[in-house]
């Protein structure tokens, strides 16, 4: 079983007060980038170099017909073997650092000489976003910073229910697997995403598809 | 809050009503959802628009926006005609039993009573019957079909599940699982807590909306226990310590009233304000008044205060009889060019009030505004500003930078009445200081003047304590924070004990009304310790009930009382109703567990037990409550704006008690087809109120860009309208651009039998900053308020929706 660190994000928990996406961006130096509105809370509309942590708001009517409102925190999974550093790598040998002792998937700045296609097209949660400038690949990093100086991601920290847990990955994976056995008693497609595949494990009550479309590999 | 955030997590049911808590109290929701996780509690939220609380709720069910009376009338006439109220403490701690007076009557949707000319009530038979020695009249078993549980009974026999539902638009399927499940919270062992806030507060009916709760929480012994109360989660970061420190016109801090013209000397005030009782067992609280206003007054006028001059009260300003000064009126008074100048700290009325035009069109007659802020906003620019003219504008303005919370150390008071102490983060920039700062400058000032150029009046201004300084002449937080807990002015001796002259008056029973103690606000009295400890600033975690209650952390007023009316969580004989959650027990002849509410024996003593609801004159809760306006039981009035001709209820549409405005720019309209569809505003989690301070956060404004306006899918097909596009929403006084957001979270009503569309816009947006994000939703709102408060009604007025 793999050691180093893990993070839950337990959907049935969020408000999608997005306190986790500012706080991303509050640690990590990253610029509040121009945005419209288009007719969802959604925003900015997608994932980029300079938002690493996004929201997503995904809406509909349940069978029952009461509406639903799923809120899905979007950032890098941290896969145990992560399918970016093979792409990125076979451009950039140094391109992705995996840290050994947590576990956290890092791109460097020399990751900016492989071809951002190919590297999306390598992530089955389609996070790898390249910066229009310098060509760097950028996600989020765990808060590698933050968690090998004995402080937890500040996503997790900014997080008023309780819906981000980060610490081991032996207590995370008991925590997910005790939390999906109790939340299938009352919505019996409660699911954990990957969680074999992944150190961000996403808990959801309902088919994964409807709160993103890359929601699970 | 009666109860606090914490106590949340002990509730079997928690209705979220008239709030969407998750959004805007986002840290209410981590005890929502720690009382489901822990004690399988069941999430209820009742609102028009589907929202991130909806999304965590067990049950949402929909109602039209202002019709929160009707809904929860239903309740009650469910609770009453199934029993499922709670007899006991109904019996003992509610006026249920008493006998209302034989010409008390209500008949068509009008209590006895009215006079249409002035739109008031003479409420001189909205009376209790009282014995020969003064004692109300009581029937324990109910029988009597004038007692007051009789009386509530026949009231709400009209509101049954299919007229609730044709008013309010929830399916009957809906209502009738709201009110089994929060019904079933009245028996010992389970607890109903409600949250609202805005939703409730914000409609010509409003103070009424929360006492239908407050009914449906006496009748099933919710009060005064953990997991239970009436929990109104208050604006952030201190808008319950605002209203505790009176930043309101119709009272003094503590709540005490504020003095009136015809109430000329200080023993004519406590006469008219301190309540009696024949009642032998009510504690009557507010006898104390006389000892918490010549304390006040000690504060604001020190040695000027004597028993000769009245302790100052002569120079305490008064408010005319029947004057209404709050907001609304002053902006009418204003716009009528009776207000010369406008001290404005904090806020941006050009954006928050109803009616903005009105609101913008009234500050271009004053000669002068002074405005306070972190930041420049729609308020202190508004001769700028769409449609205006400066060079026309003879309004000169002042705006002055002042420290941001974060700057500035003191107190903040949050919802759950707690005190915390905070300290300075950062220092402010340039010259910016903390509004405490400028006020002391400015009180030296007017001082100055008054002293070399005399004036009319200069007493008040000359004799008024304003020394808070520290050493080095800059605003001490301490200094006031002591005052207001009040000193010994003498040595006094109080019981075997004596404190002596300058020490801290450790709680509010020590007050005298000689003039030997002084106090700002005898409910933060006990704040700090005779030997003068902060307590506000105390950090300690320990909790012996295991109930949350934390008493060692900071301080909550009134004398660290974590829940109030905390007696009526016990029986006659001071043992809890329920053990698993004892926040009070009488053992061996002392209370054990929260600070109660009074320090005599429970009830069963005849001699010197009281009552539990310490602060009314007959020591019991008003199921009949004779004090508001507009009628002693609730009644389902439409909003001043609504879809129907007809009250379903009444012949009488709206609040027959609110204040019409008549200015040429107080246009309403009312089931009229040019503005066909309900309209309600609201805040984002992202923004703070009008967004003045959070717009300029690029992180905030990259979530919420810009403004929007909610609509169903069955609306945006109906006007040809895509997710996305532009729209122009406009009521009979004003129009606003935005962005159309089509959604399945709002839904058509049917109300009546026809189908009624609500839409929904935020009020975070202004035109200053950022250029294109859209003015304020409150364009379109009308100047309409409350009946008792003035609060505006910001929830429920008539649009239309079109594209651009």
């Known amino acids: 079983m793999a050691k180093g660190k893990s993070i839950m994000i337990d959907t049935s928990r969020c408000t999608a007060c997005r306190g986790c996406q500012v706080a991303c961006k509050q640690w990590n130096g990253l610029p509040g980038t121009k945005t419209k509105q288009v007719g969802t809370y959604q925003n900015p509309q997608d994932l980029s170099a300079q938002t690493w942590k996004l929201v997503r708001f995904a809406e509909g009517i349940k069978e029952n017909g009461k509406p639903y409102w799923y809120f899905f925190s979007d950032q890098c999974r941290h896969c145990l073997e992560p399918p970016c550093a093979d792409s990125i790598g076979g451009y950039a040998p140094d391109g992705v650092v995996k840290d050994e002792k947590t576990g956290a998937v890092v791109f460097t700045k020399k990751s900016k000489e492989a ?34 100086n004995n402080k937890i991601p500040a996503c997790v920290q900014s997080c008023p229910t309780g819906a981000l847990v980060f610490g081991e990955r032996d207590n995370i994976m008991g925590a997910v697997k005790s939390r999906v056995e109790e939340l299938k008693k009352t919505y019996p497609k409660a699911q954990a995403l990957n969680p074999d595949e992944v150190r961000v494990i996403y808990i959801v009550t309902d088919d994964p598809k409807k709160y993103h479309k890359n929601a699970v590999a | 809050m009666t109860n606090h955030y914490i106590d949340i997590r002990n509730a079997d049911v928690i209705l979220i009503m008239g709030s969407n808590a998750a959004e805007m109290h986002p840290i209410s929701f981590k005890w929502v959802l720690r009382a489901r996780e822990t004690r399988g509690a069941k999430i209820i939220h009742v609102d028009p628009r589907f929202t991130r609380t909806s999304a965590q709720a067990d049950y949402y069910v ?24 709670f007899e006991e403490y109904v019996r003992d701690y509610t006026n249920a039993s008493f006998i209302i007076d034989d010409k008390f009557s209500f008949n068509d949707g009008l209590f006895s009573g009215y006079d249409p000319a002035t739109r008031k009530y003479d409420k001189s038979t909205w009376t209790i019957k009282l014995d020969d020695k003064g004692i109300p009249q009581k029937d324990p078993t109910f029988e009597n079909p004038r007692c007051v549980l009789q009386m509530l009974k026949a009231h709400y026999s009209r509101y049954d599940l299919e007229k609730v539902s044709s008013i309010t638009g929830t399916p009957v399927e809906d209502l009738k ?17 409600e949250l609202y ?22 009748l099933l012994g919710n009060m005064g226990i953990a997991g239970g109360g009436i929990n109104a989660l208050r604006g952030e970061p201190n808008v319950q310590g605002s209203t505790d420190q009176a930043i309101l016109s119709h009272i003094l801090p503590g709540y005490l009233k504020a003095p009136v013209a015809s109430l000329a000397t200080l023993e004519e005030y406590l006469k008219k304000n301190t309540p009696k009782t024949n009642e032998p067992q009510s504690a009557n609280w507010y006898q104390n008044t006389p000892k918490y206003m010549v304390s006040l007054l000690k504060a604001w006028y020190g040695d000027k205060a004597t028993k000769e001059n009245d302790f100052g009260y002569a120079y305490v300003p008064k408010l005319d009889d029947g ?24 806020q941006d009325p050009a954006c928050s009030l109803p009616n903005a035009n009105k609101v913008r069109e009234a500050f271009t007659k004053l000669d002068w505004m002074v405005h306070m802020n972190i930041f420049d906003n729609e308020t202190a620019s508004f001769w700028k500003g769409p449609g205006m003219n400066p060079k026309k504008i003879k309004t000169e303005v002042f705006l002055i930078p002042v ?48 002293k070399k150029n005399k004036g009319t009046f200069p007493d008040p201004i000359l004799n008024v304590v304003y020394n808070y300084t520290d050493q080095k002449g800059m605003f001490d937080a301490t200094a006031v924070a002591k005052v207001m807990n009040g000193y010994f002015l003498e040595d006094v001796t109080i019981g075997d004990k004596t404190y002596k002259k300058g020490q801290c008056v450790p709680g509010f029973a020590n007050l005298q009304a000689d003039g030997k103690t002084s106090c700002g606000i005898w409910i933060h009295s006990g704040s700090f310790t005779a030997d003068g400890t902060n307590l506000i600033a105390r950090r300690k975690k320990d909790d012996p009930t295991g109930l949350g209650l934390y008493p060692e952390w900071a301080w909550v007023w009134p004398v660290n009382r974590r829940i109030l009316y905390n007696r009526a969580s016990v029986d006659k004989d001071g043992q809890p109703f329920d053990p698993s959650r004892a926040i009070l027990k009488w053992v061996d002849g002392k209370w054990v567990g929260d600070v109660p509410d009074g320090p005599w024996p429970p009830l069963s003593d005849k001699e010197k037990g009281k009552l539990p609801f310490i602060m009314k004159p007959d020591g019991v809760a008003s199921l009949f409550g004779p004090g508001l306006v507009e009628g002693p039981f609730p009644e389902h009035y439409e909003p001043l704006e609504g879809p129907l001709s007809k009250n379903l209820m009444s012949s009488q549409l709206s609040n027959p008690a609110m204040k019409i405005f008549q200015k040429k720019c107080d246009v309403y309209s009312g089931c009229d087809p040019n503005f066909p569809f309900v309209c309600t505003t609201y805040s984002s989690t992202e923004h703070w109120c009008t967004g003045a301070e959070t717009r300029w956060q690029s992180w905030l404004t990259e979530a919420q860009p810009e403004a929007y306006v909610e609509i169903s899918k069955e609306l945006a097909e109906l006007r040809g309208i895509k997710n996305g596009e532009k729209v122009r929403v406009q009521s009979p006084r004003g129009k606003v651009e935005c962005v159309a957001m089509v ?39 009308p100047t309409a308020g409350d009946a008792n408060t003035m609060t505006p009604e910001y929830k429920a007025f008539m649009v239309n929706v079109t594209k651009v």
Not at chain 1, 119 to 147: G, H, S, W
Not at chain 2, 68 to 84: E, H, P, Q, R, T
Not at chain 2, 181 to 186: D, E, F, I, K
Not at chain 2, 404 to 413: F, R
């Open chain 2, 177 to 193: 699982t709201v009110y089994e499940l929060y019904a079933s919270t009245g028996v010992r062992d389970k607890a109903g807590t």
């Open chain 2, 197 to 218: 806030a805005l939703g409730w507060t914000q409609h010509t009916v409003g103070v009424q909306n929360i006492r239908a709760m407050a009914i449906i929480q006496l």
């Open chain 2, 403 to 450: 420290a941001a919370n974060m700057e500035k150390e003191g107190s903040m008071s949050n919802s759950g009445r707690m005190l915390q102490w905070k300290y300075v983060a950062e220092k402010p920039p340039g010259d910016a200081l903390s509004t405490g700062d400028v006020l002391i400058r400015l009180m030296a000032k007017l001082k100055d003047m008054y």
């Open chain 2, 743 to 781: 959604t399945t979270r709002f839904r058509p009503f049917k109300i009546g039998g026809n189908t009624v569309h609500q839409v929904g816009m935020t009020f975070n947006y202004g035109w200053l900053f950022p250029k294109d994000c859209g003015d304020s939703a409150n364009l379109l709102t």
């Open chain 1, 115 to 148: 071809p951002l296609d190919e590297v999306r097209e390598a992530c089955p949660y389609n996070i790898p976003r390249q910066d229009e400038k310098t060509k760097e690949f950028a996600k989020c990093t765990m808060c590698l910073d933050r968690i090998s």
């Open chain 2, 323 to 346: 004057q209404d000064a709050t907001l609304l009126n002053m902006i009418d008074k204003m716009y009528e060019g009776k207000v010369k100048g406008f001290t404005c700290i904090g």
């Open chain 2, 62 to 85: 929909p109602l039209r926006s202002g019709t929160d009376i009707a809904f929860l009338g239903g309740m009650i006439k469910y609770i009453l005609d199934n029993k499922k109220y």
